[in-house]
């Protein structure tokens, strides 16, 4: 940072009367990870950034290349609110270095900047705003469970939802650290809520998506409860989707809409959604990350799982709002809020732009209940399903090289590991169902 900006930071962390500075990132799960300053050492890491062992976190470096280097972004710079106000704290989203001050390429931020740094290359800045949706159970013994912490449904309100003083502590806090919140309510399940915050650009969106669910647990453990973005915690009920709305910006104009346009969509956001459905499957691999996240992809729970388009359709994969002018977009409905943010819109962006630089158009939108149609009527429509499970999306992952491409290697290779040992845990593990369906029979 520049001397003047520094100073001019520092002299706001003063007034705050901040006395710990969370330096914060990310691993390639998105999990948060930081290591926490005194406000003594604020100047040093502004102008010459922190030193941390990178050995140890999820998919960054082998132990004999573990320095790396954490660079504060002060535009993310916000006092975290539910902290105690003596001994206040502050937080900086920080990019990955390592030696020679590069960019680390397995450091998820830099991975989305790589790809928001290629559309700017024609004209674009890529805009996403996603709705998290997640769960807040009881804590029984001090631990997690599945136990409801209301019975409420869609948009009910107290008694139903005895976890709205919750939400509204959730949003108070998020508000105070910049975030303009649109809207927050019950979801469909007991116990299941949403809260949205309006769109930005990707990377902002990403950095915000991180922080809410930092400072929806934080929050929830106050009040004795655990929040959960689990993608399908419940079988036999909703899952927690996180729908993920998008477009594009040329000359500081909506890309996406044309009012001449079919729909008053643009060619290019046909481009771009005929993109996404071309690399869905791949996707899918970095948009829904776990084994659990297969268990939210099936018919009849509102999460799409058939790779088509509509614009009033939401059984499809992707929807376009009744909004147009600067509100057009295109809503991808498949991920769930354990993915990491980064990486599933720097994969979104990169099938986007690869579906206008070679104009893909999509097929054309599928209007009807797409959960109601035979597995004949599909097959005629050519609508094919997402992939099945954590190994299906794996393989095509490799099979995609524009999405391999905008991930890099070394994410890739992580990835890889992962999923190897995720499916290999997954199968050798003999489940509650197993016993309850065999023991006493055989």
Known sequence: ??????????????????????????????????????????????????????????????????????????????????????????????????????????????????????????????????????????????????????????????????????????????TKMGFEIEMSHHEVAASQHEINFKYTDAVTTADRVITQKFATKAIALKYGLHASFMAKPIAGINGSGMHTHASLSKNGKNAFFDANGEKGLSDTALYYIGGILKHAKAITRVANPTINSYKRLVPGYEAPCYISWSATNRSALIRVPAARGNGTRAEFRSPDPMCNPYLTFACMLAAGLDGIRNKIMPPDSTDRNIYHLSDKERKKLKIEMLPGSLAESHHELLRDKVICDALGPHIVDTLTNIAVAETDAFRLAVHPWEIDRYLATY
Do not use: H
């Open 1 to 174: 940072m520049p001397t003047a900006d520094v100073t001019k930071m520092l002299e706001r962390i003063r007034k705050d009367d901040v006395k710990f500075v969370r330096l914060q990132f990310t691993d390639v799960l998105g999990m948060p990870k930081n290591a926490a300053i005194p406000v003594a050492q604020a100047e040093k890491s502004l102008t010459e950034g922190t030193w941390f062992d990178g050995s140890s976190i999820e998919g960054f470096t082998r132990i004999e290349e573990s320095d790396m280097l954490l660079k504060a972004d002060p535009a993310s710079y916000a006092v975290l609110p539910w902290r105690p106000e003596e001994g206040k704290v502050a937080r900086f989203m920080c990019d990955v270095y390592t030696y020679g001050n590069k960019p680390f390429e397995g450091d998820p931020r830099y991975v989305l900047k790589r790809m928001m740094a290629e559309a700017a290359k024609s004209g674009y800045t890529y805009y996403t705003g996603p709705e998290l949706e997640f769960f807040l159970f009881n804590l029984v013994n001090g631990k997690p469970s599945t136990e409801f912490s209301d019975t409420g449904a869609y948009f009910d309100l107290a008694p139903n939802d005895a976890s709205e003083n919750v939400r509204r502590e959730i949003v108070l806090s998020l």
